[in-house]
Structures are given as structure tokens and as C-alpha cells.
């Protein structure tokens, strides 16, 4: 990944977290990894933990950056939050996967928050 979208996302995911603590989020881990799998951000809230994909842009986009969370990139989601749960005793927890889209454009910023964008298949 080259250095400017690397900053991008680091931006990005900044700004999503930051948007997260304000609905009353505890971030739990950010760019948690297992294997070569990545969770953008784990946060909690009183409905249970949030698995959480962001999607940085600068506009203009020439697509939706949520339909870049494809089947593959759930089941990668899916089986890094799964791992997380394990290791960390969570296993009975509510869970959700949410996908976060943040596009800059000039000096405006705009987010999109889908709760449970998505239901993990488990085949």
C-alpha cells in the first residue's frame, strides 16, 4: 500500500473511532490482526462489540466506498473477529459487523455509519 493511502486510512480510521467513542463506543482494539487477517476497529458498546470496516475516500468517489466490503473481505471479517473472540473469552458476546465509510472532500468530511451492515455466513 503506498504511503499516501496508508495515511488516507490512518485519517480515516482516526475519524471513525473519534465517531464511535461519541455514540458511546469503548474502542477495544484498532488494526487488530490475526494471521493475515485485519479488523479495522473493535469497539463496545452497551448493545454488545462492533467488528468494525472503514472505508476511506476522497471524493470524488467514482463508487459507494461500502460496496468494497465484498463476500470475501466479510469472510476475512468474519474469521478475525471469530479469532478475536476466542482469545479474548468473548465467545457468548453479542457481535456486530459494521462497515463505516468517511470521504473527505476539501474541508468537509462525510460518514456514513451501517450498523450490522452485514450477517456473517458460517459455512
Not at 454488545?48 to 459507494?64: D, L, N, Q
Not at 468474519?78 to 457468548?92: D, M, Q
Amino acid at each position: 500500500m503506498t504511503t499516501s493511502r496508508r495515511r488516507l486510512g490512518d485519517l480515516g480510521e482516526n475519524v471513525a473511532a473519534n465517531y464511535l467513542e461519541g455514540l458511546g463506543h469503548r474502542i477495544l482494539a484498532r488494526n487488530w490482526q490475526s494471521s493475515h487477517l485485519e479488523i479495522d476497529i473493535i469497539s463496545e458498546d452497551a448493545d454488545g462489540i462492533h467488528f468494525v470496516e472503514v472505508k476511506s475516500r476522497t471524493a470524488p468517489v467514482s463508487a459507494a466506498p461500502e460496496v468494497n466490503v465484498t463476500a470475501i473481505k466479510q469472510k476475512h471479517l468474519t474469521g478475525a473477529a471469530l479469532s478475536w473472540l476466542h482469545r479474548f473469552g468473548r465467545e457468548s458476546a453479542e457481535v456486530f459487523f459494521d462497515v463505516m465509510t468517511v470521504v473527505f472532500d476539501g474541508g468537509k468530511t462525510d460518514i456514513e455509519y451501517y450498523k450490522q451492515a452485514f450477517v456473517p455466513m458460517y459455512l
